[in-house]
């Protein structure tokens, strides 16, 4: 059992607990050691065989005990006995968004409601416009988020795909029959949600390499083989495609179902144009559909009269024209950053010390990072109080004192109010090396009450930073309704730099956005948003929005070094200042 099943069960538990009128102190007992468990980066297993649970911060004796029972025998009495007082698919109302416990326990007492399917009759037919909290504008949200619900149950998050696919991948390469392997599709294109796995391999022998997929151990099911392609179910639920072609076709095959489909479109009409045929198996001239040679994706492109497109680029955003005239960017690489802001430590609700999130940014291979816990009004985060904030900086400055080659930037993500403000006084923020300013109540204001929140909050000469600019959550809840030009026209007037916050359920700014951020000259900043030393690798996620958003280096702020970082937040601050004076 691992430990994302693990913490959701601690989660119900919690669940039941509350609505069973259980003390709060329990019942939040049972979300933090559903969090610790989440954020863990060591093994829960061998935590537990080596009975170190108990240390881990978070979790106290009677939390160990029914962990362990659930780590080492797959059940837990307490759970089953507790789950088995309430109607199945209780718990699952919680997953909409906009329902808490309240809500449900509503829903549950007037109407009935035990299931999403009942939830989506009762909204159909207006029932909940009437109840206590509710209201017609909350029907229609909860109707979006069903909606969600119902399109999320077979997509897949970037990053849970991308984990799959490459497992598969490594598997596939040691097939003897195998000469070249890549993952193609919306995976390859890097597109924040994907429906399916698409694996292209080249061999001689494709019986011999269907026969080896299939067999193996991550397959749950085939759903259809024929000579060139065979399609399965993985035990994780996600369909894949495997399609074999010769050496030959390999290039062509890849471009192909890389695609996307509008891109290859217009590939083969400009092809056609240059009295060419292009598809799948390769790039024909004359009427004998002579192959032209091509070993690689690059030439393909090259005969099309064009530089190379890399596959994220491939949407058909205008990467053909660019490609043509020789105007393409040259893309932003994870290995460009020097440095990372918004990292939250055991100050906030992260997991680690500050000293313990040094050395893991540190040790890869980043120069600085920005500390920026959530600031006093997150009480749900345990946001810092002054007294803490002061206690937070005296500890960096001793551990930037310890560092010769790293250095902590001085940070908070501080909370936008509804009314734009931020909420430290002037006066205190004046203490931050930065302020990264973030949206994380009140989401459901309207389109032009959102957008003058944020607007003001970027008026605030202490903003640095817009943090995840649309409050989305990939496949769970939509970003907050949004004026996204006049927010960009006006970090463009103050020069205040935009988050791609690569945590996987967010990647916000959204891609698209972050082409036209670009077009407008505002710096983009791909931060991680960790919680832990294990999520610092999220930058890659972010690296991947930026490349698919035409970014370049020049156009994400931690690429510069520590020295130019310093420069930029001395000059803001400066700046500020010489204002004030």
């Avoid at 005239?325 to 040259?330: A, V």
């Avoid at 946001?383 to 790293?406: C, H, P, T, Y």
């Avoid at 909420?423 to 009450?449: C, E, K, Q, T, W």
Wanted: proline share 3%; hydrophobic share 35%; aromatic share 8%.
């Amino acid at each position: 059992m691992d430990k994302h099943i693990v913490a959701d069960i601690l989660n119900e538990i919690g669940f039941y607990l509350e609505w069973k009128g259980e003390s709060p102190f329990k019942t939040r007992a049972y979300e933090n050691g559903a969090r610790a468990v989440e954020s863990l980066d060591e093994d829960l297993k061998t935590l537990v065989q080596e009975n170190r649970l108990g240390s881990v911060r978070g979790i106290g004796k009677a939390l160990e005990q029914k962990i362990s029972e659930l780590v080492t025998t797959g059940h837990l009495k307490y759970y089953e006995d507790l789950k088995a007082e309430f109607p199945s698919g209780l718990f699952e109302l919680l997953k909409i968004p906009g329902l808490g416990i309240k809500k449900v326990r509503t829903l549950y007492d007037t109407l009935g409601i035990t299931t999403i399917g009942e939830l989506e009759y009762a909204c159909r037919e207006n029932r909940l416009v009437d109840l206590p909290g509710f209201g017609e504008k909350t029907q229609q949200n909860i109707m979006k988020g069903i909606a969600h619900a119902r399109t999320g149950a077979d997509r897949y998050l970037l990053s849970e795909a991308g984990e799959v696919a490459y497992s598969i991948l490594k598997k596939g390469k040691d097939c003897p029959q195998v000469q070249s392997m890549q993952i193609a599709g919306s995976l390859r294109r890097s597109r924040e949600t994907v429906k399916d796995i698409d694996i292209l391999a080249s061999s001689d022998q494709p019986e011999d390499v269907m026969k080896y997929f299939v067999s193996l151990p991550d397959v749950a099911d085939v759903t259809g083989q024929g000579e060139t392609k065979t399609s399965v179910r993985l035990k994780e639920g996600i369909a894949m495609d495997l399609r074999v072609v010769s050496p030959e076709q390999y290039p062509y095959a890849l471009q192909h179902f890389t695609g996307s489909r509008e891109h290859n479109t217009r590939l083969r009409h400009l092809a056609k144009s240059m009295d060419l045929k292009m598809n799948e198996y390769g790039l024909f001239r004359g009427e004998d559909e002579e192959r032209i040679s091509c070993a690689n994706e690059e030439e393909i492109y090259q005969a099309l009269g064009m530089s190379y497109i890399p596959p994220e680029l491939r949407e058909d955003t205008g990467e053909i024209e660019a490609a043509l005239e020789g105007r393409l960017p040259m893309l932003v690489e994870s290995r460009d950053l020097q440095g990372i802001f918004h990292l939250h430590s055991r100050y906030s609700d992260g997991s680690d010390t500050l000293a313990a999130l040094a050395e893991g940014t540190h040790r890869q291979g980043y120069h600085y990072m920005g500390i920026s816990d959530h600031s006093r009004s997150a009480y749900y985060a345990r946001g810092l109080k002054e007294e803490d904030v002061i206690r937070q900086q005296e500890e960096i400055d001793k551990l930037n004192a310890e560092w010769e080659d790293f250095h902590i930037f001085r940070g908070i993500e501080s909370d936008i109010l509804p009314d734009g403000s931020l909420d430290y006084p002037d006066g205190f923020l004046n203490r931050f090396d930065f302020v990264i300013a973030s949206v994380h109540s009140n989401f459901r204001m309207d389109r032009s009450s959102m957008t003058n929140r944020i607007l003001r909050v970027l008026d605030n000469p202490h903003t640095t930073i817009l943090g995840h600019p649309t409050g989305r959550l990939l496949l769970s809840r939509d970003g907050y309704e949004l004026e996204m030009e006049r927010i960009l026209e006006k970090a463009a007037e103050k020069e205040i730099v935009i988050e791609i916050n690569a945590n996987p359920h967010r990647l916000d700014l959204d891609w698209r956005w972050c082409k036209k951020a670009r077009e407008m000259g505002i710096r983009l900043m791909i931060n991680p948003d960790a919680h832990s030393i294990s999520e610092i690798s999220n930058t890659g996620f972010g690296t991947a929005v930026a490349r698919k958003g035409w970014c370049e280096k020049k156009d994400i702020l931690n690429c510069l070094g520590t020295a130019g970082m310093k420069e930029f937040l001395r000059k803001r601050k400066f700046d500020y200042n010489r204002k004030i004076l």
